[in-house]
């Protein structure tokens, strides 16, 4: 890596080792940290939320609905009681009712309705995890069936537009005229994309054990927010929240899946209240695709008119999604397209389909990565038709004000990073003809594609303490699902005190602690970070003006950074990046390697360049995956995905992921928080499957429009069998 001393907003590039921790420069933010739990994982002493064993623990399995919609009429659970250590069958009829937690997928076991294959309809406690599995197999549930529809079409008759999507962004955004726009254009791109299903399938399933003290209830859970669980919690069993505690120390990720509470906790505390016992409740891999959400697919029309220049004219993006009747879930795909180029006429709709599925959800870069997938692959289409190179194309689209809401940005390196990558992946060069290397069977391309993500943030509380032997204390209910987030606000806490790192220790993951948001949106660090440096800042002041060494109970300061909400809000704030990628296809297997891939960043300072370096580089890796093999598959007859567990579900391994290279430029922007950060836990796989799909096409001259690239839709497509729906 090299360094510059950067003016503000200048480039500054990195990518792996900085300085030190504590090094003689002082510097704490940005240098090189190894994760404090590092050792307690690879060892494994580090407890995940199905590694606590209170005393007589019991296991609980649950019974999913075998019919994709109809209604429960009877459940036969005597087979199931007579087997061997079976303590009870819960199931609608005998479940305790729980009150509204403003989320109907926690309503579980309230009633006899099945709104899809998978729900849950009963659930067996046992004295071991085998007992349970086996009598949840000899539980015999009785349905009567509706017709049901589980297919999204773009022409589906139940399809409409609504109020807002996810993130509160309205469903629906026009400026100027884009069709007058688009058809006086003198150069038009009109393309279909398609995104499938996906699932967020994190190394550890969802897990909880629950254990009640009278009407105190602990839960060691596999979550995002250990606080919002316990709030949820508090609202369905009706009881004071601060009767809850939540434990979500370690967490295997997650990747939204786990941001917002899950049934298996409720079903946890359910059972464990029914037999008196601690209860376990692992959600089996094959249950998650109906149980924790999922990306929903998207169809997604995308029409650019333009200057011969490649100079946009008009942007229209629409999509067509789906969600279940179980509530409302509508992921923003179309809103890259109000923020990402500049144009006079613009359009971004989403329309939604309710079907007899599972509720979709959050998974990584919600509604930003497919979005941009089907506007990169559009920005590459049109590269082609105007002649323009696929870089300087986007560059000449390059904006400083945000299109949709002409807020200027608070900083925007997009060209930077453009500039930067091309240099670095050695662009120059680029034969820009598709097909054009050859090399026996294999087909070489390359692509590239830009890569954004909007700057988030929620209030949160913090308190720090020092200690009378000169270390320092904070707390704060963050959660750690495998970024590093109890290392890096160490070191905040660190820069703020003028400590050594050292010196500071950090307690996170339960919502005993100071409430804190979940780790959603790659807004973790920027809203915990917020508290601690202001709770930090302010303990400083009150060592400052202490006098005397620190009493034995120790100095305490707290902070509350609502007031913060806003800050910011003038200026439309993201990060940035660009994704380079070179491919190989075997022109006789139809395979996809990718043979290196580059990605540059600009995502304000980052904190510790080795925990961010790890994010850039797996949201790449999962961007990857998004582009050559995830595809979850709806049976239509049945209602049920087909691709359920990593057999069959196929995400990237090491064999995959060869020459991968991420760099960033070090922003400064005093639009966003202390530590001047942006969110990476996302933007990595923002962009990644475009860059690889273009790649593909200027290896093999064929226009590939649905993900994901797998060798028989590549080789079908190189046959010749209508390579523009290939």
């Given at each position: 890596m090299r360094h510059s001393t950067a003016a503000p907003g200048a480039a500054r590039t990195g990518s792996g080792t900085v300085t030190p921790p504590d090094s003689a420069d002082g510097t704490v933010l940005g240098a090189s940290v190894e994760r404090r739990e590092g050792r307690e994982k690879v060892t494994g002493a580090a407890r995940y939320a199905a590694e606590y064993h209170p005393f007589g623990r019991a296991y609980a399995w649950p019974v999913p609905a075998t019919v994709a919609r109809g209604r429960v009429v009877g459940v036969d659970d005597g087979p199931a009681l007579d087997l061997p250590g079976v303590l009870a069958v819960i199931t609608p009829a005998t479940a305790p009712r729980l009150s509204d937690a403003g989320d109907p997928i926690l309503n579980v076991l309230q009633d006899d309705w099945v709104p899809h294959r998978g729900w849950c309809v009963a659930l067996v406690v046992a004295e071991t995890l085998e007992a349970a599995r086996e009598a949840a197999a000899a539980v015999h549930v009785h349905y009567e069936t509706e017709p049901h529809d589980v297919t999204l079409r773009a022409?589906?008759?139940?399809?409409?537009?609504?109020?807002?999507?996810?993130?509160?962004?309205?469903?629906?955004?026009?400026?100027?005229?884009?069709?007058?726009?688009?058809?006086?254009?003198p150069v038009r791109v009109e393309a279909d994309y398609r995104v499938p299903p996906e699932h967020n399938h994190p190394m550890e399933p969802h897990a909880a054990t629950a254990e009640w003290h009278g009407d105190r209830l602990t839960v060691y859970d596999s979550d995002q927010g250990a606080s919002a669980v316990a709030k949820a919690l508090s609202d369905l069993f009706r009881l004071p929240e601060e009767d809850i505690?939540?434990?979500?120390?370690?967490?295997?990720?997650?990747f939204g899946s786990k941001g917002t509470p899950r049934p298996h906790t409720v079903l946890a505390a359910m059972a464990a209240r029914r037999v008196g016992r601690p209860v376990a409740v692992v959600l089996p891999r094959r249950h998650l695709a109906a149980t924790v959400g999922h990306r929903p697919p998207g169809l997604h029309r995308v029409r650019l008119g333009a200057e011969p220049d490649g100079r946009l004219i008009s942007l229209s993006h629409e999509i067509t999604t789906q969600t279940s009747r179980v509530k409302e879930f509508v992921?923003?795909?179309?809103?890259?397209?109000?923020?990402?180029?500049?144009?006079?006429?613009?359009?971004?709709?989403?329309?939604?389909?309710?079907?007899?599925?599972?509720?979709?959800?959050w998974m990584r870069a919600p509604g930003t990565c497919p979005g941009m997938y089907a506007l990169e692959s559009a920005m590459d289409e049109l590269a082609e038709a105007t002649g323009v190179d696929p870089v300087e194309l986007?560059?000449?689209?390059?904006?400083?004000r945000e299109p949709d809401s002409g807020r200027p940005f608070s900083s925007r390196h997009l060209g930077d990073c453009l500039r930067e990558g091309a240099e670095r992946f050695g662009w120059a060069g680029r034969d820009p003809r598709p097909g054009g290397d050859r090399r026996g069977a294999l087909l070489i391309g390359t692509g590239v594609a830009s890569a954004l993500y909007p700057v988030h943030f929620s209030p949160s509380l913090a308190a720090a303490y020092a200690h009378p032997d000169g270390s320092y204390t904070?707390?704060?209910?963050?959660?750690?699902?495998?970024?590093?987030?109890?290392?890096?606000?160490?070191?905040?806490?660190?820069?703020a005190l003028g400590v050594p790192l050292a010196a500071v220790r950090t307690e996170v993951g339960s919502s005993a602690l100071p409430r804190a948001p979940l780790a959603g949106g790659s807004s973790g660090t920027a809203s915990w970070g917020t508290a601690v440096h202001e709770a930090c800042t302010a303990l400083a002041a009150r060592l400052a003006e202490h006098r005397g060494p620190v009493p034995p109970a120790g100095l305490e300061a707290h902070a509350d950074t609502a007031h913060a909400a806003d800050r910011g809000a003038d200026h439309a704030r993201s990060a940035f990046g660009a994704h380079f990628a070179e491919v190989q296809v075997d022109t006789d297997s139809?395979?996809?390697?990718?043979?290196?891939?580059?990605?540059?960043?600009?995502?304000?300072?980052?904190?510790?360049?080795?925990?961010?370096?790890s994010q850039f580089l797996g949201g790449m890796t999962m961007g990857a995956g998004m582009a050559?093999?995830?595809?979850?598959?709806?049976?239509?007859?049945?209602?049920?995905?087909?691709?359920?567990?990593?057999?069959?579900?196929?995400?990237?391994?090491?064999?995959?992921?060869?020459d991968l290279e991420a760099h960033w430029i070090d922003e400064e922007d005093a639009h966003l928080n202390p530590m001047g950060s942006k969110g990476i836990g996302e933007i990595g796989i923002v962009g990644t499957a475009a860059a690889i799909g273009n790649a593909v096409h200027h290896a093999t001259g064929v226009r590939y429009r649905e993900l994901p690239l797998t060798p028989d839709r590549v080789l079908t497509g190189l046959n010749g069998a209508g390579a523009a729906a290939a």
């Amino acid at each position: 890596m090299r360094h510059s001393t950067a003016a503000p907003g200048a480039a500054r590039t990195g990518s792996g080792t900085v300085t030190p921790p504590d090094s003689a420069d002082g510097t704490v933010l940005g240098a090189s940290v190894e994760r404090r739990e590092g050792r307690e994982k690879v060892t494994g002493a580090a407890r995940y939320a199905a590694e606590y064993h209170p005393f007589g623990r019991a296991y609980a399995w649950p019974v999913p609905a075998t019919v994709a919609r109809g209604r429960v009429v009877g459940v036969d659970d005597g087979p199931a009681l007579d087997l061997p250590g079976v303590l009870a069958v819960i199931t609608p009829a005998t479940a305790p009712r729980l009150s509204d937690a403003g989320d109907p997928i926690l309503n579980v076991l309230q009633d006899d309705w099945v709104p899809h294959r998978g729900w849950c309809v009963a659930l067996v406690v046992a004295e071991t995890l085998e007992a349970a599995r086996e009598a949840a197999a000899a539980v015999h549930v009785h349905y009567e069936t509706e017709p049901h529809d589980v297919t999204l079409r773009a022409d589906h008759p139940d399809a409409y537009v609504p109020e807002i999507v996810n993130g509160g962004y309205p469903a629906s955004r026009e400026r100027g005229d884009p069709d007058a726009g688009f058809q006086a254009a003198p150069v038009r791109v009109e393309a279909d994309y398609r995104v499938p299903p996906e699932h967020n399938h994190p190394m550890e399933p969802h897990a909880a054990t629950a254990e009640w003290h009278g009407d105190r209830l602990t839960v060691y859970d596999s979550d995002q927010g250990a606080s919002a669980v316990a709030k949820a919690l508090s609202d369905l069993f009706r009881l004071p929240e601060e009767d809850i505690t939540v434990v979500a120390e370690h967490v295997g990720g997650g990747f939204g899946s786990k941001g917002t509470p899950r049934p298996h906790t409720v079903l946890a505390a359910m059972a464990a209240r029914r037999v008196g016992r601690p209860v376990a409740v692992v959600l089996p891999r094959r249950h998650l695709a109906a149980t924790v959400g999922h990306r929903p697919p998207g169809l997604h029309r995308v029409r650019l008119g333009a200057e011969p220049d490649g100079r946009l004219i008009s942007l229209s993006h629409e999509i067509t999604t789906q969600t279940s009747r179980v509530k409302e879930f509508v992921e923003q795909s179309a809103t890259p397209g109000r923020m990402m180029y500049g144009s006079a006429h613009s359009r971004t709709v989403h329309r939604v389909v309710p079907l007899d599925v599972p509720t979709p959800s959050w998974m990584r870069a919600p509604g930003t990565c497919p979005g941009m997938y089907a506007l990169e692959s559009a920005m590459d289409e049109l590269a082609e038709a105007t002649g323009v190179d696929p870089v300087e194309l986007r560059l000449r689209n390059d904006t400083d004000r945000e299109p949709d809401s002409g807020r200027p940005f608070s900083s925007r390196h997009l060209g930077d990073c453009l500039r930067e990558g091309a240099e670095r992946f050695g662009w120059a060069g680029r034969d820009p003809r598709p097909g054009g290397d050859r090399r026996g069977a294999l087909l070489i391309g390359t692509g590239v594609a830009s890569a954004l993500y909007p700057v988030h943030f929620s209030p949160s509380l913090a308190a720090a303490y020092a200690h009378p032997d000169g270390s320092y204390t904070v707390r704060v209910a963050a959660a750690d699902i495998g970024t590093g987030a109890r290392t890096v606000l160490a070191q905040i806490a660190a820069d703020a005190l003028g400590v050594p790192l050292a010196a500071v220790r950090t307690e996170v993951g339960s919502s005993a602690l100071p409430r804190a948001p979940l780790a959603g949106g790659s807004s973790g660090t920027a809203s915990w970070g917020t508290a601690v440096h202001e709770a930090c800042t302010a303990l400083a002041a009150r060592l400052a003006e202490h006098r005397g060494p620190v009493p034995p109970a120790g100095l305490e300061a707290h902070a509350d950074t609502a007031h913060a909400a806003d800050r910011g809000a003038d200026h439309a704030r993201s990060a940035f990046g660009a994704h380079f990628a070179e491919v190989q296809v075997d022109t006789d297997s139809g395979e996809v390697r990718i043979r290196r891939m580059l990605g540059v960043f600009a995502a304000g300072h980052v904190l510790n360049a080795r925990t961010g370096r790890s994010q850039f580089l797996g949201g790449m890796t999962m961007g990857a995956g998004m582009a050559l093999m995830e595809n979850s598959t709806m049976e239509p007859a049945f209602g049920d995905y087909t691709e359920t567990d990593l057999a069959m579900y196929h995400v990237p391994v090491q064999a995959d992921i060869t020459d991968l290279e991420a760099h960033w430029i070090d922003e400064e922007d005093a639009h966003l928080n202390p530590m001047g950060s942006k969110g990476i836990g996302e933007i990595g796989i923002v962009g990644t499957a475009a860059a690889i799909g273009n790649a593909v096409h200027h290896a093999t001259g064929v226009r590939y429009r649905e993900l994901p690239l797998t060798p028989d839709r590549v080789l079908t497509g190189l046959n010749g069998a209508g390579a523009a729906a290939a």
